[in-house]
Every structure is written in C-alpha cells, then in structure tokens.
Antibody, heavy 114, light 107 residues
C-alpha cells in the first residue's frame, strides 16, 4: 500500500526557517513525481511545485519560486519543503502528493506563523 | 498559467439526484485533467484521472468526461456521504493549477 506520512504541525515566528517532510513507502520512491500543495484554511488548493526523486528534477510555481525549496533524500524515501524566512501569509496546511494525477495524499502539515 | 474555472461554486442537491459540475480551462489541455473530492478536515481524494478514468475503489456513480477546454464531473445518484468540495486539477503545463472548487451540500 502506498503511503505518504508527513511531519507534524509546526508553529514558528515570522522570519524563522522551517523544513517539513513527507515520507513515502509502498512503491519505488525514485519513479514518481512528488508534488507539494498549499491550502489556506477555508480556501482552495494551490500547487507549489514538484520534484522527480530519480534525478531531483524540480519545477516550481512562479508564485512560490524563491520562497520555498523542494528537495528529496532518496536514502530515506523522503521529500522536503523548506522556507528560509517565514511570513504570516505562509500560515496554511501543506500536503504532499504522489504521481501526476495525485493518487495518494499525505495527511497534511499545518504550519502556523505568528 | 492555465486558469481552471469551476461552475457552479455551490450546489444544494437532494439525495439520489444527478449532479453535474464543470471545469473550464483557459487553454487546451487535452485530457490532462483530474478530479478530487475533499471533505472538511480531510486530505483530497482522487476520483477521476485523465478526464474520464475512474480511480481504483471510487464508486461507479462518479464519472468524468471532456477534453480540450471543457470537462465535466457527474455524480449519478447523490449519496449523503458525497457532501464535499470537488476540485479539478490540470497537469498539462507547469505550473499545474487547480480550480477554485464546487461545494456540494445535501438538501
């Protein structure tokens, strides 16, 4: 069974850094895109970017490029989303997802910046 | 960026009725459109991929159609557990984008 398990909720102050994770299991991690999606509470879904673990090919939504970094650690079958300087407007739930048509979603990581 | 516009924004429907919602794309994206269901406090779930292919385990009352710039998700016989927000998503061109969602309420 394919599973994506995300790290727990985080609270940070503006300007602080953060790295959240998404651990994959049940399939060959190298073979499929991992996407990151943001959802502000009560709002819709925003695609942030994708990474192909097989070669670390990464594509960002221009709206998020320069503000976040997407990486993988293939030895841990884990994808990461990180910020160097958080803003209050980054408060949201962040999901990782597997494959182009996102067949499996992580449970989400709530990030609160205040 | 490709803009996906869903209509309507909200539907209030009685059980067993047929529900149809639309997703219009600002450019031709072939059949690279997928549909998700999201209930409050839950992660989205894939219903339909590549415009018309049902994802494994999804009830047969959910179906999708369309190509190019217009896509439709149909629920043929609404069940109470179908109360949710439905999103379309295009993977034809990066940045991938999502529609704003259609919220379905059970009368």
């Amino acid at each position: 069974e394919v599973q994506l398990v995300q790290s727990g909720a985080e609270v940070r102050k503006p300007g602080e850094s953060l790295k959240i994770s998404c651990k994959a299991s049940g399939y060959n991690f190298l073979d499929y895109w991992i996407a990151w999606v943001r959802q502000v509470p009560g709002k819709g879904l925003e695609w942030m970017g994708i990474i192909y673990p097989g070669n670390s090919n990464t594509r960002y939504n221009p709206s998020f490029q320069g503000r976040v970094t997407i990486t993988v650690d293939t030895s841990l079958a884990t994808a990461y989303l990180q910020w160097a300087g958080l803003r209050a407007s980054d408060t949201a739930k962040y999901y990782c997802g597997y494959k182009e048509a996102i067949e499996v979603w992580g449970q989400g990581t709530m990030v609160t910046v205040s | 960026d490709i803009v996906l516009t869903q209509s309507p924004d909200f539907l209030s429907v009685s059980p067993k009725e047929r529900v149809t919602m639309t997703c219009r794309a600002s450019q031709d994206i072939g059949t690279l459109v997928h549909w998700y269901q999201q209930k409050p406090s839950q992660s989205p779930k894939l219903l339909i991929m590549y415009a018309s292919q049902s994802f494994s385990g999804v009830p047969s009352r959910f179906s999708g159609s369309g190509s190019g710039t217009e896509f439709t998700l149909t629920i043929s016989g609404l069940e109470p557990e179908d109360a949710a927000t439905y999103f379309c998503h295009q993977s034809g061109t990066t940045p991938w984008t999502f529609g704003q969602g259609t919220k379905v309420e059970i009368k």
